[in-house]
């Protein structure tokens, strides 16, 4: 058994890919710390709408055909369901429940890609991605934490359709000619106007904003958002979808280090463990599966070779009357006894 190789590039491409997880991190202190609160929708819209049409100008790519529906469908899945059930996740589920629900996306992702990509989930990434909750649930989790039957609901929606949304993208592809960063703007844009809606029936009009607040949000637009998801579908689409996936662990232990580094929140050893628990899921579940190794039979005749040796004939002298009719060993390619090769024979 050996280990499956990888093409040239892939760990580069996953380090890019996983700076995507690493800033999503972010998000939290950004929000807490410069943004108006009690607006998540209109947070949502922020991040996704602008950034999907300043994408759409940039690229100058718009989907025609099937592909109308597919962007529609991955920019509801990745962006339009996946951001207001995060936040209506995290406003309702506290103590970090509502992360350690997000950490569950990649056991979801390994039964999508099992369904839609036919890869069976192999036993390393199963047992990676229980690790991988645990460690989370060491770093996020407090003793008074609460549980809110919708919280956990929307918890585990958001996770799911993630998942979904990673997997379909990987099994769908891209249209010929078409790069990830116009397919990062279909989704934005398609996940941003279901978004608009929801956040002007929800929470009315876009509240006052300081300099601070239109600073948080250019960089959760342009960072946090169009960037980030630009390199998460370049990844998927180069790695598979499973590995990226799990990648998603490292947002809830960006979120921690951030919090500790910039606003002074301290961490306890068990919330350190926790770290390292996480990340040691994360790796362990971007190690390829193991493929048997194929072996090549020698074609070289090295072994002796048993052959059956007919009577002599009568008007030579067997050398060996008693195995005239026996099997005897010789070595491949040499005369039998009793006989001799013809001049020139080879």
């Known amino acids: ?46 991040r996704a709408l602008p950034a999907g049409l300043a994408l759409l100008a940039l690229t100058r790519v718009l989907p025609h055909g099937a592909w109308l529906g597919r962007a529609a469908v991955l920019g ?8 207001p059930l995060l936040f209506l996740a995290a406003y309702r589920l506290p103590g970090g429940v509502a992360g350690v629900l997000g950490a569950v996306a990649p056991m979801f992702a390994l039964g999508f890609a099992a369904v839609l990509l036919s890869e069976a989930p192999t036993r390393r990434k199963v047992l990676a991605g229980v ?23 929307a918890g585990l929606a958001g996770a799911a359709s993630m998942a979904a949304g990673t997997v379909l993208t990987k099994k769908w592809g891209r249209p010929d000619g078409v790069g990830p960063l116009a397919m990062t703007g279909w989704q934005l844009t398609a996940g941003g106007l279901l978004i608009l809606p929801l956040a002007l ?8 904003m300081d300099a601070q607040a239109v600073g948080g949000y250019l960089y959760l637009g342009v960072i946090g958002t169009a960037l980030a998801y630009w390199l998460w579908f370049r990844g998927i689409s180069r790695v598979p979808a499973t590995s990226v996936a799990f990648l998603g662990l490292l947002s809830p232990v960006s979120a921690a280090v951030i919090g500790w580094i910039a606003l002074n929140q301290a961490l306890t050893t068990w919330q350190i463990l926790g770290l390292l628990i996480a990340l040691a899921g994360t790796v362990l579940g971007q190690i390829p599966p193991k493929e048997p190794t194929a072996t090549t039979p020698d074609p070289t005749p090295t072994a002796l070779t048993k052959m059956a040796i007919l009577p002599a004939p009568t008007r030579f002298r067997n050398p060996h009357p008693a ?11 040499s005369s039998p006894p009793g006989r001799e090769r013809p001049v020139g024979s080879t």
Do not use: C, K, Q
């Open 131 to 153: 690790i991988g909750v645990f460690g989370v649930s060491l770093v996020v989790l407090r003793g008074s934490a609460e549980l809110d039957l919708i919280g956990v609901v």
């Open 323 to 333: 195995e005239s009719a026996s099997t005897v060993e010789v070595r491949a390619g």
């Open 1 to 46: 058994m050996t280990t499956a190789t990888r093409p040239s590039g892939y760990a580069g491409t996953l380090a890019l890919t996983a700076l995507t997880p690493i800033v999503w991190g972010s998000t939290y202190a950004v929000t807490t710390e410069f943004l108006p609160p009690d607006r998540p929708l209109f947070t949502a819209l922020l």
């Open 201 to 208: 029936l929800i929470e009315g009009a876009p509240p006052a």
């Open 76 to 83: 509801v899945l990745n962006i339009g369901a996946f951001f």
